[in-house]
């Protein structure tokens, strides 16, 4: 089946404009979640859902950063009044559930690029 | 408290030989000990995990290595190949914050024919 898919795949934009960017999870995967990754840097947590609920947003930088899952499957990451110090690249990822120890998919990321 | 710590930075290994990439940890709350294989411009991609109560774990020619009273683990790759060169990432998961997981800073490694 189609693993996790990311849109767009490069995204740049001007200082201060807004951006989406959308999740597409596997298929019957409850959880998904949302990591930022710095060039040369290990993917870093931003938030996770469980269903349509964001059950843990502790890694959300500030209040620019926010995101839904309305129907408990494609999430949209959204960042307002972006800032140079967004840019990177942004991964998202799905399991079956959260809370044991099955695998984690992730999707190609979208780069994002603040002018 | 957070935080997984990795070293090297960067790793050349000869085909054929052993690729070792170590990892350390303080919060003895983690309970899932992963890695993953990141290429240029793909998503990571889980290549071996384990829990803390093996100390070892063996899948084709990746270890890992589990040892809990240093709170530390590493990534044995026998016999490299130049298709193993990659970013490898180690990482942890903490008991009650349902998936999250927090990563290291990468391995570069690059196998040489």
């Known amino acids: 089946g189609a693993g996790v898919s990311q849109t767009p795949s490069n995204k740049v934009t001007e200082k201060g404009k807004y951006v989406e960017l959308r999740c597409d999870p596997i298929s019957g995967h409850t959880a998904l979640y949302w990591y930022r990754q710095s060039l040369g840097q290990g993917p870093e947590f931003l938030i996770y859902f469980q269903g349509t609920g964001a059950a843990d947003d502790s890694g959300l930088p500030n209040d620019r950063f926010f995101a839904v899952r309305p129907e408990g499957s494609v999430s949209t990451l959204k960042i307002q009044r972006t800032e140079r110090g967004d840019s990177a690249v942004y991964l998202c990822?799905?399991?079956?559930?959260?809370?044991?120890?099955?695998?984690?998919?992730f999707g190609p990321g979208t780069r994002l690029t603040v002018l | 408290q957070q935080q997984v710590k990795q070293s090297p930075q960067s790793l050349i290994v000869q085909k054929g030989g052993i690729s070792i990439i170590n990892c350390a940890y303080e919060?003895?709350?983690?309970?899932?000990f992963p890695w993953y294989q990141q290429f240029p411009g793909k998503g990571p991609a889980l290549l071996i995990a384990i829990r803390p109560d093996v100390s070892e774990k063996k899948e084709g020619r990746f270890t890992i290595s589990f040892n809990k009273s240093a709170k530390q683990f590493s990534l044995h790759i026998m016999d490299s190949q130049p298709g193993d060169s990659a970013t490898y990432f180690c990482?942890?998961?903490?008991?009650?914050?349902?998936?999250?997981?927090?990563f290291g800073q990468g391995t570069e490694l690059s196998v040489k024919p």
């Open positions: 990822a799905s399991s079956l559930i959260p809370s044991s120890y099955n695998e984690q998919f």
């Open positions: 919060n003895t709350a983690f309970d899932y």
């Open positions: 990482a942890a998961r903490h008991y009650n914050q349902g998936g999250k997981l927090i």
